[in-house]
């Protein structure tokens, strides 16, 4: 990643942009996946999703956050935060950008009561660098087709999470 690189918040990025970042890093058919299912009817989070500007001032990447819930057999929504799509141009991957908007978006969760933080990636990367783990998700479905190893949670007290139950948007 250039060292001019910046980071700032989505919200002041022209929303057309965004798509277009977006329809590039994960092809137009991307609402057909399942995690547009569990955050659909809500709007991501501004205080906690970020563009990467490149050292041109251009949009090369992008990280939405979006409130969703784990709602339990019992019928009691358990609201988390769904990280993600964290997305990067094609041509800029593996850059540093996607690393940046990851560590900024999650830097600016509040300690003092912290929502535990889901996505759905890759367990190896997200875990070696911000905790992210398949072991307390196994029992947790999505609204729709997914690779159990990929459904990630962050949490500092795994203890509050529930056993079981299906995520989707958290309309509080």
């Not at 709602?71 to 800029?92: C, F, K, L, S, T």
């Not at 540093?96 to 900024?104: E, I, K, P, R, T």
């Not at 500092?156 to 139950?165: H, S």
């Amino acid at each position: 990643m250039s060292q001019t690189a910046t980071i700032i918040p989505l919200d002041n990025v022209d929303p057309a942009l965004i798509e277009q970042l977006l329809d590039c890093a994960f092809e137009p058919e991307r609402r057909q996946r399942t995690a547009y299912k569990v955050r659909e009817g809500v709007d991501w989070l501004p205080a906690l999703s970020f563009a990467a500007l490149d050292g041109d001032e251009m949009l090369v990447g992008s990280i939405q956050c979006w409130p969703v819930a784990l709602n339990d057999p019992e019928g009691r929504a358990h609201p988390m935060i769904m990280v993600g799509p964290v997305a990067v141009m094609p041509d800029r991957q593996g850059e540093g950008y996607g690393q940046a908007l990851v560590s900024a978006s999650l830097s600016c969760i509040d300690s003092r009561a912290p929502l535990p933080q889901v996505m759905i990636g890759d367990a190896e990367y997200y875990g070696r660098f911000w905790g992210f783990t398949n072991a307390y998700t196994g029992g947790w479905a999505l609204p729709g087709p997914f690779d159990q190893a990929r459904l990630l949670v962050r949490c500092e007290n795994p203890a509050v999470l529930p056993e079981k139950g299906t995520l989707g948007p958290w309309v509080g």
